[in-house]
Each structure stands twice: as structure tokens, then as C-alpha cells.
């Protein structure tokens, strides 16, 4: 999935080999991770766009290191320094698959993996493959009714999730998951992937919705021809890798499953453990396409229409990798429990350690034993002109921002013309000319007091209607708020038989003798 260098990267301070949320993405050709006196050293790049950093046992603040790709060689030692930091090593194909996750070992309970075995038997599989696929239906229909606003899906989805609770078999889970999918990704289809406007021209048509999760190439998600498509499948891998992860460190096998079939080259209960938090990863994908546009040179289209990501977009997503972690973690623990109830024994050996939420400890500490989830880092947000990133609250950067406001004072100006030069207006200023030739005709001079000519309007009223405010000039004199400005500016001056309401307004007291 992720692309090399035939596109331009993203800027150095972009993927620093500086952990990032715990994490460190190496892409490239001649990827090289070894230990040289006790310092962790990580190389990466193409060609004069290389990086190297030097990792101390201490401070260091590593988690995950993401290898993608297999270009380069990662020593034994570097492994061991990993084990040692209590960090875990995740290497992707290019095509986004997970080819290898290690972590820190840990106990192995023989007991546990022969439960897992047996699972089916049991009936355990069937239990655990409810509550999982219950779970990622609660999370899908939140999203199709909350953030896509569409209840009909929705409805559907909690009618397949309630279902759930009638499924006698694994077979007839998957096929209410199915119909839940189905529906779940049609609401998903019509959304419109924006890119900033100087790059519209090189991006082709059907990147700019989100369309299906089957891919042309493959019948399947994988092989996306699309941004999207290609984002959430990377982000689906980095959280497999987490799985992976989690069952490890609490004795799993994570290829023996109970949902997912058995399958070469895929490690089954990893993908189980996958399911509820998949629409978590949708809704983080949701809100970031819902809330501003795609650069075009985050992405590379293969000759095929294979749509990859560039080398240095992953490491941006790679970031996602704890908050994934810290999602499956409570899943991963609940399976474990599930399958060690269904010993033939149980009530021999006491429950398994909670090794990723340390709920156990925080019991006996009296410490709160949920944990909450933080959110994944934000993406990154680009100008919708040029493509620049800005900062959050923005939507432009400062050099396009002149010429958008630009664009939309002519456009407001010609919308202004448009709608004055329409036939409606043109009625209401006939209707209003005729008045005020009306209220001329019948005005007679003999009206105006003695005292208030022209000469006292200009000295004594004029300059007091500068403490007046346009509307009520506008009010007093029936006349229109650009008229107003007129008069108060002395840019016009009224009908005489203004002048007394204008003194009135304005707090002048005159007469005879002043």
C-alpha cells in the first residue's frame, strides 16, 4: 500500500525518526535498524533523502517501530534492545498486509492455547463471536445514524444486530454481519473526497467519492483504487499488527480463531479481536474526510489503478498505532477470560493476568478500572486551495485566504447587481420614487419655519449628524440606509422638508431667537 519514490515526499519535519505518539515509521530502500553501543540506530530514506537517528535506552519514548516494506535489514540486537524497552516491532508490505509483529515475551499458559483449540467445541467460539460482531454493530450503527445521518441504515443495522441473539452457529453470525456490512457501507458510497482546488487537475474522477470497499482489481477491499479505500485499509493493518499484539502478550495464538476461518498466511484471531474496533477506525476516517480535503501528493496510482500511499503519509498514520493498542486491549482480555471459563477444570487455577489494562491492580489499589481511550492523533490539515498545511481552525493558508475573500467580494458584488437589476427591484424602486415624488408635490416651502433655511441646516444640523447612527437617520426619514450614510456624510443633502425631522432627531432646539 505504500508507494516509493516516484512522487515527491512529504518534508523532512514531516517523518522525523523522532518517535511520534510512540511511534516510528521506516519506508524506503536500504531501511537499516541495529545497535551500536548500546543506542538503537534507525536509517530510512531514498537516496539524498536519508534519515538517521540514534536511540538511547533511556528517554527515548519509542513503542512501535513500523517497517514497511523489505528493503534493508533489522539486526538480532536491535530485536533484544526492543524486547529489553518494552517496544514492539511491526513490519507491512507494501500492499499493507502485516508480514511479522514481535513484542515483549511474555508468560505462556499451555492451559489457555489448548481452550483457544478448542473453542468451537466448547462453545466458547460461539459466545465470544456474538459479543464481538455485537460490539462493531453498536459502533456502525452510531456512525451510519450520528455522523452519516442515516437513520434508514441504521435501523437495519440494529435490526441485524438483534438478531444476533437468535444465531445458533458461527455461520449464521457472519452472515448477520454480512447483511449489516452490506448496508453499512452503502450509506458510505456517495460521500465526495475533496482535494485542495490546484490539484484537481491531476486527480482522477472516481478518487473523488468514496464508492465501494470491493475493489475492481480484487473483488475484495484489498488492492484499493481510491484514497479512502486505501487509508482505511493501512489503518486496518497498523490495527491487526495491534491485535496481533494484544493476543500475544496475553498467551493467545493469534492464528487460531473463532470467527474468522482458518486460513494460510492469516493470523485468525487477530482479525477477530479486530471487529468492534473497526468503526472506531471508520469514524476516524469519517470525520477526517468530512472535515477537510486530501493532498494529492499523499497518494500514487500504480499502472494497474492500484491506489498506494506514499512512504511518508504512513508515517503519519502509523501514529494511530497506540490509540488502536489501547482500544483492543480490554477486547483482547475479554476473549481471554471467555476461552479459560470453558476449561474442563476452571475452578482449580485462578483467571488469567490482565496484562494490557492491569485492571486487576487498579481493584486492588481501589484505583478506576475503566480506561479511557484517548483519541487518535489529529491528521494533518491542508489549505482547500493550494494544499499547504494550517493550522486547525483554519481553512485556508494566509496567501490564499487573500485571494478567496478576493473572489467572494466580487462574486457577493455580482450577485448584488444580479439581484438589483432583477425585475422585483426594479418594481420597489418605482413604487418608492413615486412615493417620494408624492410626498414632493404636495410639500409646501410655507411649512419650514422661519429660522431653519439652508444656511442654518448646513451650520447647526449637518454637523450633529455625525452622532447619529445610519438606522436612525433611515427610520426617521423613510429613506433608504445607503441615503442615510449620504446625508450623515454630507455627501447629499435632503429635501427641505427633512430638515425639521433631522433637527428633531438630532436634539437641536431652534427658533426665532437663535
Not at 99 to 113: I, M
Not at 448 to 471: G, M
Request: charged share 25%; hydrophobic share 40%.
Amino acid at each position: 500500500m505504500a508507494a516509493s519514490a516516484t512522487v515527491s515526499q512529504l518534508p523532512h519535519s514531516s517523518n522525523s525518526l523522532t518517535p511520534r505518539n510512540g511511534v516510528v515509521t521506516l519506508y524506503g530502500y536500504g531501511i537499516t535498524v541495529h545497535v551500536d553501543r548500546g543506542h538503537l540506530i534507525l536509517k530510512n530514506g531514498i537516496a539524498s533523502d536519508r534519515r538517521e537517528a540514534h536511540l538511547p535506552r533511556v528517554g527515548h519514548g519509542l513503542r512501535r517501530l513500523v517497517v514497511i516494506g523489505a528493503d534493508g535489514f533489522v539486526s538480532l540486537a536491535a530485536l533484544r534492545w526492543l524486547a529489553d524497552q518494552d517496544a514492539a516491532f511491526v513490519m507491512l508490505e507494501r500492499d499493507g498486509s502485516v508480514l511479522a509483529t514481535t513484542g515483549p515475551v511474555r508468560p505462556s499458559d499451555a492451559r489457555l492455547r489448548r481452550a483457544q483449540s478448542l473453542a468451537h467445541q466448547s462453545g466458547a467460539a460461539l459466545q465470544i463471536a456474538r459479543e464481538l460482531i455485537d460490539q462493531k454493530l453498536v459502533g456502525q450503527e452510531r456512525l451510519a445514524r450520528d455522523v452519516l445521518l442515516n437513520s434508514s441504515v441504521a435501523d437495519m443495522i440494529a435490526s441485524a444486530r438483534a438478531s444476533l441473539a437468535t444465531a445458533e452457529s458461527i455461520e449464521t453470525v457472519r452472515r448477520f454481519e454480512a447483511r449489516a456490512a452490506q448496508v453499512y457501507w452503502s450509506a458510505w458510497s456517495g460521500i465526495a473526497i475533496n482535494f485542495p482546488r490546484n490539484d484537481l487537475n491531476r486527480v482522477p474522477d472516481h478518487w473523488r467519492s468514496f464508492g465501494t470497499r470491493k475493489s475492481p482489481l480484487t473483488g475484495s477491499p484489498r488492492l484499493a483504487v481510491n484514497p479512502p479505500n486505501a487509508i482505511l485499509n493501512y489503518l486496518y493493518a497498523i490495527l491487526e499488527s495491534e491485535a496481533c499484539l494484544a493476543a500475544s502478550a496475553l498467551g493467545l495464538d493469534p492464528g487460531i480463531g473463532v470467527l474468522h476461518t482458518d486460513t494460510d498466511a492469516r493470523d485468525s484471531l487477530a482479525c477477530d479481536l479486530m471487529e468492534p474496533i473497526r468503526p472506531e477506525v471508520d469514524g476516524y476516517l469519517l470525520n477526517w474526510i468530512l472535515r477537510g480535503p486530501l493532498r494529492r501528493d499523499w497518494f500514487f496510482e500504480q499502472r494497474d489503478g492500484n491506489c498506494r500511499l506514499m512512504g511518508s503519509f504512513t508515517a503519519r498514520l502509523s501514529e494511530t498505532a497506540l490509540t488502536w493498542g489501547r482500544a483492543v486491549a480490554p477486547i483482547a482480555e475479554r476473549v481471554s477470560h471467555a476461552l479459560w471459563a470453558k476449561r474442563s477444570r476452571p475452578h482449580f487455577q485462578s483467571v488469567p493476568a490482565k496484562r494490557l489494562t492491569e485492571s486487576h491492580r487498579r481493584q486492588v489499589k481501589s484505583e478506576p478500572v475503566s480506561l479511557i481511550v484517548t483519541n487518535a492523533p489529529i491528521p494533518q490539515k491542508v489549505c482547500k486551495i493550494c494544499g499547504t498545511p494550517i493550522k486547525r481552525n483554519d481553512n485556508y493558508c494566509a496567501s490564499c485566504a487573500v485571494s478567496v475573500t478576493r473572489e467572494s467580494l466580487l462574486k457577493a458584488a455580482q450577485q448584488g447587481r444580479i439581484v438589483s437589476h432583477s425585475k422585483e427591484a426594479e418594481i420597489r424602486r418605482s413604487e418608492t420614487q413615486r412615493r417620494h415624488h408624492a410626498a414632493e408635490r404636495a410639500w409646501r416651502p410655507s411649512e419650514l419655519p422661519d429660522w431653519l433655511n439652508e444656511k442654518t441646516y448646513r451650520e447647526k444640523i449637518q454637523s450633529r449628524l455625525a452622532e447619529l447612527t445610519i438606522p436612525a437617520i433611515s427610520t426617521a426619514l423613510g429613506i433608504s440606509g445607503q441615503y442615510a450614510t449620504d446625508i450623515r456624510a454630507g455627501r447629499r443633502r435632503p429635501h427641505p422638508r427633512h430638515w425639521l425631522k433631522l433637527a428633531q432627531v438630532a436634539g437641536i432646539q431652534l427658533g426665532p431667537a437663535n
